[in-house]
């Protein structure tokens, strides 16, 4: 429960410092003599957020990456295994990756392992890469 309280209060925090910095906002920072390290603060109650969903289907969602190649088309790694993509409306366009098969074996309760992020590399749009992180079983010569 305490490490929910302290993830809300991080993402609070963090929103209010980049709200804090958007133009028309009551403490937009217009001064372009002020240091790129200054801060302000906003109080919480100013602060006006919403929540869309982006896509349905999924197991347990927990990454979504953006690669900059120019499709605005969103990727999101499910912790069971899969990547699926996503077009830029949010109509799913299938699966990406699949590493289901390399996978240590998931408790059906609740697990922390498994597909647990995905990235693209900065050039993806000419070289195709990317990056996962993921459990795998542990092998006989493992510790």
Do not use: W
């Amino acid at each position: 429960m305490h490490h929910r309280s302290y993830v809300l209060a991080g993402v609070g925090t963090a929103l209010a410092a980049i709200v804090s910095g958007c133009p028309g906002s009551p403490n937009s920072q217009t001064d372009t003599n002020q240091s790129p390290t200054d801060t302000t603060q906003v109080a919480l109650d100013q602060l006006r957020l919403g929540l869309e969903p982006v896509a349905t289907g999924l197991s347990s969602p927990v990454g979504m990456a953006v690669p900059d190649d120019g499709t605005n088309r969103f990727f999101i790694a499910d912790q069971t295994g899969k990547v699926f993509v996503f077009a830029a409306d949010g109509t799913p366009r299938g699966t990406f990756l699949d590493v289901t098969g390399r996978l240590v074996t998931l408790q059906t309760d609740f697990d922390e392992r498994g597909l647990l992020s995905i990235a693209f590399h900065p050039n993806y749009a000419a070289n195709g890469r990317f990056f996962v992180v993921y459990n795998t079983p542990l092998l006989p010569q493992d510790p």
